[in-house]
């Protein structure tokens, strides 16, 4: 079982910059992709950031060229660097982990607690 923990979040006014970290307990070697999602109040969850063990990277329409996501392999953990924040990027944020596990034959997704961010206008 693999447990993510995220951090990093909470209030910043518009224009501002949040950093949030997911790490996971376990490692996230042969992994399939790694990444953030969020969901506002109301809404349904959207993908904001992914990476790929190939290294492709995908980002949500709304945050394309203000968010970064980035992983660092050795720590088993995956960041998302949020600059030019919105009122509408207000909403809880997921860590998402998509591992095939051998034991299970199968692809296994991981979610994190989530964290709060809310930018003020």
């Known amino acids: 079982q693999v447990e993510l923990v995220e951090s990093g979040g909470g209030l910043v006014q518009t224009g501002g910059s949040l950093r949030l970290s997911c790490a996971s307990s376990g490692s996230i070697f042969n992994f399939n992709d790694m990444g953030w999602y969020r969901q506002a109040p109301g809404k349904q969850r959207e993908l904001v950031a992914r990476?790929?063990?190939?290294?492709?990277?995908n980002y949500g329409d709304s945050v394309q060229g203000r968010f970064t996501i980035s992983l660092d392999n050795r720590r088993n953990t995956v960041y998302l660097q949020m600059n030019s924040l919105k009122p509408e990027d207000t909403a809880v944020y997921y860590c998402n982990l998509n591992r095939y596990e051998a034991s299970l034959l199968k692809l296994q997704d991981y979610w994190g607690q989530g964290t709060q961010v809310t930018v003020s206008s």
């Open positions: 990476i790929f063990g190939s290294g492709t990277v």
